[in-house]
Nanobody, 127 residues
């Protein structure tokens, strides 16, 4: 089992920045890929970013490419999402997720590849 706890959400003005953190416990953190997903009110959950277990491979949704950066620190069992140039449409609950175990370079954009999920943290972007 893996427990994931997100933090760092909040209210920010458009154009501002936030950094989300996701702390993992319960198994060797470095054994799986990690992802960030988000869900806005009335919308389906969507992929945001993912990073491989060795941190060498990352992938992003087109909507956040160039603005968001995913990273991980395997010594701290934590994955981060740095969000810059935030837009109103970035408002959502952001959740981190972990795969059960994966190859060193593996990443996935599909939510069903992630069996472990955090509770989420709210990000609200105001005008």
């Amino acid at each position: 089992q893996v427990q994931l706890v997100e933090s760092g959400g909040g209210l920010v003005q458009a154009g501002g920045s936030l950094r989300l953190s996701c702390a993992a416990s319960g198994r060797t953190f470095s054994s799986g890929a990690m992802g960030w997903f988000r869900q806005a009110p009335g919308k389906e959950r969507e992929f945001v970013a993912a990073i491989s277990r060795n941190g060498r491979t990352t992938t992003y949704a087109d909507s956040v490419k160039g603005r968001f950066t995913i990273s991980r620190d395997n010594t701290k069992n934590t994955v981060y999402l740095q969000m810059n140039s935030l837009k109103l449409e970035d408002t959502a609950v952001y959740s981190c997720a972990a795969t059960a175990g994966s190859g060193f370079w593996y990443v996935s954009t599909r939510n069903y590849d992630y069996p472990y999920w955090g509770q989420g943290t709210q990000v609200t972007v105001s005008s």
